[in-house]
T-cell receptor, first 114, second 115 residues
Framework: AQSVTQLDSQVPVFEEAPVELRCNYS??????LFWYVQYPNQGLQLLLK??????LVKGINGFEAEFNKSQTSFHLRKPSVHISDTAEYFC????????????FGSGTRLSIRP | DTEVTQTPKHLVMGMTNKKSLKCEQH?????MYWYKQKAKKPPELMFV???????INESVPSRFSPECPNSSLLNLHLHALQPEDSALYLC??????????????FGPGTRLTVL
């Protein structure tokens, strides 16, 4: 079975400050890793995904994430946030063998203060 | 076109009503999904269709009835719902179920309120 833990339910930061959203996962099988973003009153949008290769993955809107196999982590970072980054962020995993089920973390609400 | 569309955007219904949610994609995807999302929670999987056949039913009550008329369309028929069924209903699609790296593309959702 797989599980995803997002350690922070809310992260408040000032505009133009850096941010890191933490994600740890647990799985007995190989998994792919994803970060999705949900802006207010919208559906989910893929920010980035780790499939293989370089452990540093770059996504849309200036976000990047680093896969750390030994620590089973996939933390999301942005060097300078903007008001428009205010949203809910979900870390997720899916098994190598099937896309039928994505296991989502509980989400982190990123709120940007001017 | 990488868009999943959902109609209606908002729906208010009584407990005795029958209504339907509609989802459409034109990306040639062969897997389609229904999720339910309560406020401040992640989406919960309800149903998965693969090549127009129901592949997964996550023990959803029978008052929710999915239908996949063709490879581009997914419906969710609602009947005799309860107030606790009020939520955001999200549709998603992916290329197929075969590989876990196939990302899911989500629609904007239908905000359902059951009175």
């Amino acid at each position: 079975a797989q599980s995803v833990t997002q350690l922070d339910s809310q992260v408040p930061v000032f505009e133009e400050a850096p941010v890191e959203l933490r994600c740890n996962y647990s799985s007995s099988v190989s998994v792919y890793l994803f970060w999705y973003v949900q802006y207010p009153n919208q559906g989910l949008q893929l920010l980035l995904k780790y499939l293989s290769g370089s452990t540093l993955v770059k996504g849309i809107n200036g976000f990047e994430a680093e896969f750390n196999k030994s620590q089973t982590s996939f933390h999301l970072r942005k060097p300078s946030v903007h008001i428009s980054d205010t949203a809910e962020y979900f870390c997720a995993v899916s098994r190598y063998s099937s896309a039928s089920k994505i296991i989502f973390g509980s989400g982190t609400r990123l709120s940007i203060r001017p | 076109d990488t868009e999943v569309t959902q109609t209606p955007k908002h729906l208010v219904m009584g407990m005795t009503n029958k209504k339907s949610l509609k989802c459409e994609q034109h990306m040639g995807h062969r897997a389609m999904y229904w999720y339910k999302q309560k406020a401040k929670k992640p989406p919960e999987l309800m149903f998965v269709y693969s090549y127009e056949k129901l592949s997964i039913n996550e023990s959803v009550p029978s008052r929710f009835s999915p239908e996949c008329p063709n490879s581009s369309l997914l419906n969710l028929h609602l009947h005799a719902l309860q107030p606790e069924d009020s939520a955001l209903y999200l549709c998603a699609s992916s290329q197929d179920l075969g590989q876990g790296y196939n990302e899911q593309f989500f629609g904007p959702g239908t905000r359902l309120t059951v009175l």
